[in-house]
């Protein structure tokens, strides 16, 4: 945030239906207002009456203010996009993130939480950076790929089932139940035929999305999948990311946990992860171990010094998601070594 004699610290908290603001102001003399709250529709309609109560409130919606709310996956989108379009500077935090810095908290009150967001942005607003805008392309790119996820959670639980019911069912009531669910499985089937058509299209229509897609295929490990779920969870790399944050994000850079002389455990990852990314990453390390000649070497030569097999598959994970920041960074795909001549 800029050094100015008046900012405006804004938090919000956002559900389905409404949204409840907090607003203090930093007064000329340095001093803090008392605190303001209002409750909105979270709807044009309540946008409209947002505007005018900060109007009243003289609240400047250029630098010199800036709203923290946390993700909220969809409900938070008309509120960034009206934010957006206001000038409104805004910082979509990590909901996790804010939630430990609140410290011990007990209960749920929405007024509340928005008042702790609008404390956290009082005291992080030097260090905290506007948020980008994600553009309708990648929005549209999730929501497509979250449906695809719905239909394939279905599917399997669906197919799951018959499985079970073939084995403890007699063959005439597996056949009466298997006709009833068939249709069900097969109507999934197609369903996720068309979003994944949907999603390609949707690629090969934006010269931004399908630019990015096509570096991040050259990667060894990264297939379609992957790539789209990598530009889905960094809004296309819009930010800029690096390989150890990329590693961070997806639960496979190892922590080390030391403390004075009595505790000296050995490096491990956190449970604190995004475990879609991760559970991607792990098919795709498997993959290039059988299929990639450098990485299948690599794993070889690790197991042979005596390193456990789940060890060496989370390297060649962070391999590859810095081979994904460097063809992210450079903008051009990945040209694999070639192995020296003998």
Same mark, same amino acid.
């Given at each position: 945030?800029?050094?100015?004699?008046?900012?405006?610290?804004?938090?919000?908290?956002?559900?389905?239906?409404?949204?409840?603001?907090?607003?203090?102001?930093?007064?000329?003399?340095?001093?803090?207002?008392?605190?303001?709250?209002?409750?909105?529709?979270?709807?044009?309609?309540?946008?409209?009456?947002?505007?005018?109560?900060?109007?009243?409130?003289?609240?400047?919606?250029?630098?010199?203010?800036?709203?923290?709310?946390?993700?909220?996956?969809?409900?938070?989108?008309?509120?960034?996009?009206?934010?957006?379009?206001?000038?409104?500077?805004?910082?979509?935090?990590?909901?996790?993130?804010?939630?430990?810095?609140?410290?011990?908290?007990?209960? /749920?009150?929405?007024?509340?939480?928005?008042?702790?967001?609008?404390?956290?942005?009082?005291?992080?607003?030097?260090?905290?950076?506007?948020?980008?805008?994600?553009?309708?392309?990648?929005?549209?790119?999730?929501?497509?790929?979250?449906?695809?996820?719905?239909?394939?959670?279905?599917?399997?639980?669906?197919?799951?089932?018959?499985?079970?019911?073939?084995?403890?069912?007699?063959?005439?009531?597996?056949?009466?139940?298997?006709?009833?669910?068939?249709?069900?499985?097969?109507?999934?089937?197609?369903?996720?035929?068309?979003?994944?058509?949907?999603?390609?299209?949707?690629?090969?229509?934006?010269?931004?999305?399908?630019?990015?897609?096509?570096?991040?295929?050259?990667?060894?490990?990264?297939?379609?999948?992957?790539?789209?779920?990598?530009?889905?969870?960094?809004?296309?790399?819009?930010?800029?990311?690096?390989?150890?944050?990329?590693?961070?994000?997806?639960?496979?850079?190892?922590?080390?946990?030391?403390?004075?002389?009595?505790?000296?455990?050995?490096?491990?990852?956190?449970?604190?992860?995004? !475990?879609?990314?991760? /559970?991607?990453?792990?098919?795709?390390?498997?993959?290039?171990?059988?299929?990639?000649?450098?990485?299948?070497?690599?794993?070889?030569?690790?197991?042979?010094?005596?390193?456990?097999?789940?060890?060496?598959?989370?390297?060649? !994970?962070?391999?590859?998601?810095?081979?994904?920041?460097?063809?992210?960074? !450079?903008?051009?795909?990945?040209?694999?070594?070639?192995?020296?001549?003998?």
């Amino acid at each position: 945030m800029p050094s100015t004699a008046i900012c405006f610290y804004l938090g919000a908290d956002i559900s389905q239906d409404h949204i409840d603001v907090a607003l203090r102001i930093r007064k000329e003399d340095h001093s803090l207002s008392a605190l303001q709250s209002i409750r909105i529709d979270n709807s044009k309609k309540g946008f409209a009456l947002l505007h005018k109560w900060l109007l009243k409130a003289s609240v400047q919606l250029g630098g010199q203010a800036l709203m923290v709310i946390e993700n909220t996956g969809v409900y938070h989108r008309a509120l960034m996009r009206w934010c957006h379009a206001a000038g409104l500077p805004l910082y979509i935090g990590n909901a996790t993130g804010l939630h430990h810095s609140f410290g011990i908290v007990r209960g /749920k009150d929405d007024r509340v939480d928005a008042e702790r967001l609008c404390t956290y942005c009082l005291h992080h607003a030097d260090t905290l950076k506007s948020s980008r805008v994600v553009s309708e392309a990648v929005l549209q790119l999730k929501d497509l790929y979250a449906v695809r996820s719905r239909l394939l959670r279905q599917k399997a639980a669906h197919c799951q089932h018959l499985l079970q019911l073939k084995r403890s069912e007699s063959k005439a009531v597996y056949a009466a139940l298997a006709q009833g669910l068939r249709p069900a499985i097969q109507g999934l089937k197609t369903s996720l035929q068309k979003i994944e058509a949907a999603i390609k299209e949707l690629i090969m229509g934006n010269e931004a999305l399908e630019a990015r897609y096509r570096v991040l295929l050259s990667v060894p490990g990264v297939g379609h999948v992957t790539a789209v779920y990598l530009i889905c969870c960094t809004n296309n790399f819009s930010e800029g990311v690096s390989g150890k944050s990329l590693a961070c994000y997806a639960g496979v850079a190892p922590f080390g946990k030391q403390s004075g002389t009595s505790i000296r455990g050995r490096a491990r990852v956190h449970p604190m992860a995004n !475990k879609e990314l991760k /559970k991607l990453l792990h098919q795709g390390a498997r993959s290039v171990v059988v299929h990639k000649e450098e990485f299948r070497s690599y794993y070889e030569r690790k197991k042979a010094e005596g390193k456990h097999d789940l060890c060496v598959i989370n390297a060649i !994970k962070n391999k590859i998601l810095l081979r994904v920041a460097s063809v992210v960074t !450079k903008g051009r795909k990945y040209e694999e070594k070639r192995p020296a001549a003998a």
